[in-house]
Structure formats: C-alpha cells, structure tokens
C-alpha cells in the first residue's frame, strides 16, 4: 500500500536532462577517457589563471554554513537507539562533523589564499556562531583547516592548531542565525500555510503513511509536523550505520525524505516568511558590504564567517530566492563575495558549496548562483535593489513583538495602576475601620448614659 501510495515531490523541483553516452566498443571507452583527460587537464591549467583574476577583484566574503555531521536532536519511542546509543548524547557535533567542517576550512584555505594573509590575523576575519554547541565546535573545527599555526605562531610542535576566538549572540537574543527566535507574525503565517488547500490536500492523501509512521514508531501526531523529527533521527542513524528498523525499507525511507523535504520548504513558503527568518542575515552581511564599500583605510575586515543551521541557509537562499528545494547537507555553504572591478564599479557574486559531506572530494568548486533579472556577477546596485524586499526594516515591529522600551512602559503603567489600586482599598478599609470604631464608641456612650439614668 505505501509503495503505491509514495508522493513524488521533485517533479516539482528544477530538473535538468542528461543525454547518456553511449559505449560499444572498447575503442569509444579509450577515446572517451582521452578526451576527458585533456578536458580536466586543460580546465586544470586554466582554473589557477581565472581564480587568480577574481582574487584581484575580491574585496570582501560574507559566508554562512550548516555545522558538520551531529548526532539526532530525538528519538522515537519505538527506536532501539536511544540517547546512550551516541558518544555525547542528542544534538552534538561527531568526529565526522568535525572532519568535514576541517576540510572546509581546508578548501577556504585553498580558495582564498593570496586573499586572506597565511597566517592568522584578528582584524582580517570575524567569526559569529550560533549558541548551539554544535555549530561553536564547527566553527572551531573550520578554523583549524583555515589558518593551521606558522611560524612564530605554533606554540606547541606537536599540535597543528591554534585558539581563534568565535563570537556567539545569546539564542534568546540571536534573530540572524537562530530561526526558532521568537516571532509571533512568523508563527502565524506558518499555522496559515498549514492550513492552505495544497497543503490540505498532502495531508489527505498522505493520512496512510502517517498513520502508518506512528503506528510503528509509536509517535503520537499523524501529520507532516512529526515527519521532520523523525526523519531526521533515521537519516542520522543511516549515515552512522545504525541498524535500521525491520520496517524501514528503501520505499519508505524514500517517501520520509520526499515528506521531509516538502515540511521543510513550508517553513519559508512565502516571501513574508523567508523575509522575518533569513532578512536579518541578508541584512547583516548587507551592511558588511556596505561598510566595506564606504570604509576608512583601516577597515581591515575580509572575511565575515557564520556557523549555523541547515534552516539558516535554507533561510538565506529563501530570503534571495534561489533555494533549490534540497535540504542544506552538513557544512553547505552559502556565499556572497564583494568584488569591484577595473571601472570601480562592485559587483557581488553568490556561490553556494554542498559537497563538503564527501570526505574524499571536498575541494570541489562551489556552483555560481544568479539572482532573478542580475547577472551572476550582479552590479551591487542592483543586488540591494532586488533584495530590498527581503529585508525587515524593524524586525521587533514585524513581527509584532512589543519594543522593551514598550514593554516596560505598560509594565509601568500597570504596576502604577496596581498600586493606586492596592491604596485605594488600604484607604477604604481603613475608612472603614475607623467608621466602625466610632459606631462602636458611639454606642458605648449610649449604654453608659442610659444605665446612668437608670441608676
């Protein structure tokens, strides 16, 4: 029944056609090979002389990453893997998150040397993390493959690795890279999209599966909110070659993901939602830009790093419309790059890097995206006039969220109130009490002058 019922989603995703070779003979194979050959060798001895004429141009890189590989954030209840079954528990960054964010800062390292000076200099790269631990020990591991010590920089011979600090933004605090930042407009139009006829319609014909998913896993929702929970869990415990569940064959982990895939989407599906959740960091590395543009000679600032969440990219990317419907894989990364050319005029260039999860092709060039009506290297006015949209004016206001400034107004107010209040009834019972201590002499003197003339 689920193998019937399984919902295909990337017909709704870009697609390109392939045209295979075809190969009869062993004299094609070797010419095919001999062609490739020369191709990748010409490409080879070209890629050096075009890269060295875009470090001439660079003048600034704003990136942002998903942290490396991590043990799940959950469990299910039927799951034989339970929290002890991972070194450091839920949630953590693992030796091979570690080694990937290290291959990344390995390829950055390769990328922009001849940009960024060898050796490691405190005003050249600013580093911001989100809180979470994971991403804190990604960036870390990063940094480690970016700027190995040199020279009088070792401090130990026997370790490779040098401290550079990492900045961090309290998560209570943090709306540029932590997505779950409390935003009640946000929340609303996410309960909204939910509840769109298309997305209706998903969670009828998917009631089956559903059903089905928590029959099995003994998770108690039937709906799309419990898919990314779950998948999440099985795709980590896959990628650690965790046994499976006897349940969990190919059809339906492929459905998993295809559902995980379609809940994630919805969590930027409008431009409202992309622009209260990824506009904060556009903004940011807007400004850093701009600040790069309008700067004093001692502006020294080249390389803006931030460490964060797949949501975080997939915010981003939703935020300048060029999310390509996959989820962001451990350590993607999305880049904007400063460049000005030989008529001074800035352009930026946006690159988006996702093979970092393969150990063995990690120096892989990243893709060069475009934005809608801009070129790829898209003339900087034109980049802020296309993304002004995207970007929160007064995030706190957007998304409704009283300003502190506000909010201890009223809290003043109502304290004022509570205390006038609070007199008031002192005052009365008081009044009260005094207007009853007199009745009560009153009558006291009453009774003494009647028994007096009694008497």
């Not at 339906?252 to 960091?281: D, H, Q």
């Not at 009283?402 to 009365?428: D, H």
Request: hydrophobic residues 40%.
């Amino acid at each position: 029944m689920i193998e019937e019922d399984i919902v295909t989603l990337t017909n709704s995703m870009d697609q390109r056609s392939y045209r295979p070779l075809k190969i009869t003979t062993f004299e094609d194979f070797c010419c095919l090979a001999e062609t490739m050959q020369l191709g990748i060798g010409y490409f080879l001895l070209l890629l050096p002389t075009v890269w060295a004429e875009d470090l001439a141009t660079l003048r600034l890189v704003n990136l942002v990453y998903r942290h490396g590989d991590r043990s799940p954030i959950d469990s299910f209840p039927t799951d034989m893997h339970k929290e002890d079954s991972w070194p450091q528990g839920f949630g953590w960054l693992s030796n091979i998150g570690k080694l990937q964010q290290y291959h990344l800062g390995k390829f950055l390292r390769q990328r922009y040397n001849g940009f960024l000076n060898e050796t490691y200099i405190h005003d050249e790269i600013n580093v911001q993390s989100s809180a979470v631990q994971r991403c804190l020990m990604s960036a870390y591991s990063n940094l480690a493959g970016l700027y190995p010590p040199d020279g009088g920089q070792i401090w130990n011979s026997n370790i490779s690795w040098q401290p550079i600090p990492v900045s961090m933004i309290p998560t209570e605090e943090d709306n540029t890279l932590q997505i779950s930042k409390d935003c009640p407009r946000y929340d609303m139009l996410k309960e909204q999209e939910l509840k769109t006829h298309a997305i209706k319609e998903e969670e009828k014909k998917n009631k089956p599966f559903y059903k089905f998913l928590s029959q099995v896993t003994g998770g108690p929702k039937e709906n799309i909110s419990y898919v990314w929970m779950l998948a999440d869990t099985l795709i980590c415990e896959r990628h650690h070659n965790f046994s499976r569940p006897s349940w969990l064959n190919e059809t339906v982990y492929s459905k998993l993901i295809a559902l995980n895939t379609l809940s994630f989407t919805l969590l930027f599906g409008t431009p409202e939602m992309a622009r209260l959740k990824g506009g904060p960091l556009l903004k940011t590395m807007l400004n850093n830009m701009q600040n790069k543009i309008h700067s004093k000679p001692d502006f020294k600032t080249k390389l803006f790093m931030y460490s964060a969440h797949d949501k975080t990219v997939a915010a981003l990317s939703h935020a300048l419309k060029i999310f390509n419907h996959v989820m962001p894989p451990y350590a993607s990364t999305l880049i904007l790059e400063l460049h000005q050319n030989k008529q001074n005029k800035y352009f930026v260039r946006i690159l988006y890097k996702n093979t970092t999860m393969d150990l063995h092709n990690y120096m892989q060039p990243p893709v060069p995206l475009k934005l809608k009506d801009c070129p790829v290297d898209c003339p900087f006015e034109a980049f802020v006039e296309l993304t002004k949209d995207a970007i929160p004016t007064d995030w706190l206001k957007e998304c409704q969220i009283p300003a502190l400034f506000e909010t201890w107004f009223w809290i003043m107010i109502i304290s004022f109130c509570l205390l006038c209040l609070l007199l008031v009834t002192l005052f009365w019972f008081h009044m009260q009490r005094k207007h009853n201590q007199d009745k009560y002499a009153s009558l006291l003197s009453e009774d003494s002058e009647m028994n007096y003339s009694s008497n």
